[in-house]
């Protein structure tokens, strides 16, 4: 069942999803609601998202999890590549942290598992997007051409804001970065002003319930639609009204088709085909 409106059918891919192993997923979403103070839709399994998401007419599903202890990195990255293989239509990001030593080594697990880029979640994670420690790992990103999924945006904390993304990509402006949650959650004029021609992708997750119809489109504008992509937050919000806010926007139909699939699939290497994983 594809995304359907006005008459025209859309491919679509959700591409900001969190996914937890089936035996902590309630837990991990519990805690997770409690942060943002926000009621969890959903319990974040693999199997919930690839139910919840084709009911809705998604047809692909970045798929990733937060690494909050270095140890975890391995664990993590071995669950994204399992679900992967098990769930076709998932596109999976490596899990990172800061303390990671052997930044080259892995990475290249990260690549060998078939994973396409790394998720950073600063407020969890508890460093700053722009603290030193993170540009040699940045720049290894930025060698190989890995996209890079930050939380962005946070005004209670000084750990994810845009400000600190922009400095960033001044030292690094061959970096490709998407800044979720249309640039900067509750951050959203700062990330317009901050963000401006930087080339970041942003994505819609956690955006709409909080922003006019004049905001959203001043931000989709400002990134431009060829770089805005449709995305969930899974577990958090259902996909339904999300793409009908998405729709209410009255974008045109290229539009639309870029932010729902088109520019995911380009950032991301993904076929517009069924194909299966590997
Ligand atoms: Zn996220």
Request: net charge negative; proline share 5%; charged share 25%.
């Amino acid at each position: 069942m594809p995304v359907i409106h006005n008459g025209a059918s859309y491919l679509a891919a959700d591409a900001h999803a969190h996914i937890y192993p089936e035996k902590i997923a309630e837990k991990a979403t519990a805690s997770v609601g409690r942060f943002y103070d926000l009621a969890m839709r959903y319990v974040g399994t693999p199997g919930v998202l690839a139910e919840a998401g084709a009911q809705a007419g998604l047809d692909r599903f970045l798929v990733c999890s937060v690494a909050t202890k270095v140890e975890q990195v391995r664990s993590i990255n071995g669950f994204i590549e399992s679900a992967c293989r098990e769930y076709p239509q998932f596109v999976g990001l490596g899990a990172w942290h800061p303390d990671v030593e052997d930044i080259e080594g892995e990475l290249d697990d990260i690549q060998r598992q078939g994973l396409r880029g790394i998720k950073l979640h600063p407020d969890f994670q508890e460093f700053a997007i722009d603290d030193p420690k993170m540009l040699p790992f940045y720049r290894a990103a930025e060698c190989r051409g890995l996209p890079i999924l930050f939380h962005t945006g946070d005004s209670r904390k000084n750990f994810s804001s845009p400000r600190q993304l922009a400095r960033v990509l001044q030292k690094l402006p061959g970096l490709t970065c998407v800044a979720a949650h249309l640039g900067g959650y509750t951050e959203w004029k700062a990330a317009r002003e901050c963000l401006r021609g930087s080339g970041v992708y942003v994505d819609t997750s956690s955006s709409f319930p909080f922003l006019s119809e004049e905001e959203a489109l001043e931000s989709i504008a400002l990134f431009g639609a060829d770089r805005v992509m449709f995305g969930t937050d899974f577990p958090m919000w259902p996909a339904g009204p999300e793409l009908r806010a998405l729709f209410a926007l009255g974008l045109t139909q290229a539009e639309n088709r870029g932010i729902l699939f088109e520019n995911f699939a380009r950032l991301y290497r993904v076929s517009t085909q069924k194909e299966s994983h590997g």
